[in-house]
């Protein structure tokens, strides 16, 4: 719904602007690259999505892994094995 959207696209604002103030405010750099820091920083996050992707998705990616394999394999019918 928009209001799920909305409220989604809101947390993604408030995690990208935490993180871009939070490597601003690293010392020991001049201003130019302080500036520079949050689109030099911006990969290191990839690993943490990733991670928390894995951690909340596995069962149902496993589940609907099952189904869709054997839905092109031309088996929908099988029964999906539920247990990981």
Do not use: K, N, W
Request: hydrophobic share 45%; charged share 15%.
């Amino acid at each position: 719904t928009a209001v799920r959207t909305g409220g989604l696209t809101v947390f993604v604002c408030i995690v990208a602007g935490t993180f871009c103030a939070a490597a601003r405010c690293t010392g020991g750099v001049d201003a130019r690259l302080r500036r520079e820091l949050p689109g030099l920083l911006a990969h290191s996050l990839i690993p943490i999505v990733i991670g928390y992707v894995f951690a909340h998705y596995l069962t149902y990616l496993v589940e609907r892994g099952q189904q869709t394999v054997y839905t092109l394999l031309g088996m929908p019918d099988t029964e999906v094995v539920y247990v990981l």
